[in-house]
């Protein structure tokens, strides 16, 4: 949503000191053939260069920058952790075929059901449910386990960044495809030489606007939405690198509290709850 917020406060300020200086809107409206060239150019070169699937999900993650972002809540975090060690708690109470009704359906888990963000990100799920299935099953050493993981992630961030990378790759052709739309917009003056001056100054501004449109899109909305879903990526990133750490303490046959503290301290300051605030609401769980 901050990006939304943060790309309209953008345009108030670029136009509206553009106003304060005298400028003219109407040379913007009139100058719509531009947006034409300088938006369907965009649209084609994303489509040629990445084809269909990638356009689909690059319109999917920038409409989920709408929504809040729940990897930058520290509340989200410390739903993880109490996850995590009620399941935990919940092998070391029943052994590990205890814990297999709730990685086989988690939807229905009286333990995961309650974290609605671990459900809705299908890949934070099925990372740990996957892994947890391979501990459940036994045979697999905790090294082993962990370069399992780590194929994972890598394969996981290598596909995160397709989109984010894809929309910069765009972004970065824009000012090109604006001096093309300015290009054109002189061949068209060029052939109106000789006729009113006023017409040709209108057609001269009209030209221009393609410039300045290929260099605002790329640095004033292409840009920051792919910085956005790439931050949106890093913290989906962290969050699984928690329980990736939870996961390798808990094959190794620790304690708990000692998986989730694993956890804790893999988390970036900025969200990473205390250790007293999470034993807290780990008593807190553990009483309810």
Known sequence: MMVIVGIIFALVCVFGGYILHHGSMVVFVVAWTEYIIIGGGAVGIFIASNGMGVTKRAVAQILELLKPDPFVDKAEYMKLLVMMYQLFSVARRDGLLGLEPHM??????????KNHTFLHHHHCTAFFCDTMKVIISGGVAPHDLAEMMEIDIDSSKAEAHIVPESISMVGDAMPAVGICACVLGVVITMDQIGGDAKVLGKSVAVALVGTFLGVFAAYFLVAPV???????HRGEENYILAMKHALFSFARGESP?????FARRQLDPSIRPGFSEMEKALKAAKAG
Do not use: F, H, L, N
């Open 257 to 261: 509290i000692t998986c989730v503290e």
């Open 226 to 232: 792919a910085r956005a879903i790439g931050m949106r």
């Open 104 to 113: 086989e359906d988690p939807a229905k888990s009286t333990i995961i059901s």
